[in-house]
């Protein structure tokens, strides 16, 4: 009587890891706009055995945990959670930034910056922390509270606080519209709780707010700053590590800021 209700007790319990991993596999897969049909084509394996993993009548595979979140581009996070889910050990590691066995990552990220001076770069992380700048970036920042530049400094609050950038900004109600429309897209690919109470916080529209509009081209809209008394017109593009092994690698996005117009490219470049 006591063995059957122990194989009971174990059977409930991978019952419900599975449940719990399918449910996931379902809101990413829901989250990315595919049908089971759509997942099971991609991922080469059948629509049926999709629909047996996210009802919890399979038990996927780590492999087969991974090739699906693979497909859904989930980030390695997340992925850790499903493998958690699905019973198994986290695959990816988190190591900080500085940590030995990241140091060609790291140098890899600091040639980047460098290399695009004389032009302003930063890198930052999954919430807005920024990690690493170029030196061109310091001119900016002696302009700033020293307040704002305690670690960890977030990008987004210090690009809109009166004391930061904000008060260099010249089109304020663009680049915090840029802020949200990008903040909205990452946080509906990826939901992080810091980085919603950020949003909240900051960017999170009132309903007679003009700037509430959504920027979908926000690589054409142009940040103008005015500094030394003259206009600076920039814009900027995103880089990311490709199929990296680590979270904090996955995670890191570098932002590199470009003249919009010849003369902001004299002034970076006199």
Known sequence: MNSHFMASGATMRTLMIVHTVGKLLRQWR??????????????DVSAR???????????PSADM???????LHVPLRD??????????AP???????????????????????????????LAFDRRWNIMLTNRAVDPFFAQVAPDLLRPPVNLVRLG????????????LADVRAVFRSRISRQLATAPDAELTALYEELLDPLPEDPTGQRVDADV??????????????????IT??????????DEIAIESYYPADPESATYFTR
């Open 240 to 249: 990311t590590f490709g199929t990296p092994m680590d979270i904090t690698i």
């Open 220 to 237: 054409v809209i142009p940040m103008i700053l005015r500094i030394g008394g003259r206009e600076l017109r920039l814009f900027s593009t």
């Open 79 to 88: 992925r850790n959670r499903l493998l958690l889910a699905a019973g198994f």
């Open 160 to 171: 809109l606080d009166p004391r930061g950038l904000a008060s260099m900004v010249v089109n």
């Open 65 to 71: 945990v991974l090739r699906l979140a693979d497909q």
């Open 91 to 121: 695959r990816y590691a988190e190591r900080p930034l500085d940590d030995a066995a990241l140091s060609a990552a790291l140098d890899a990220v600091r040639r980047v910056l460098q290399a695009h001076e004389p032009y302003p770069a």
């Open 30 to 43: 829901q989250r990315r706009g595919l049908s089971q049909l759509d997942l099971a084509i991609a991922a």
């Open 49 to 59: 055995h999709v629909s047996l993993v996210e009802t919890g009548r399979s038990k």
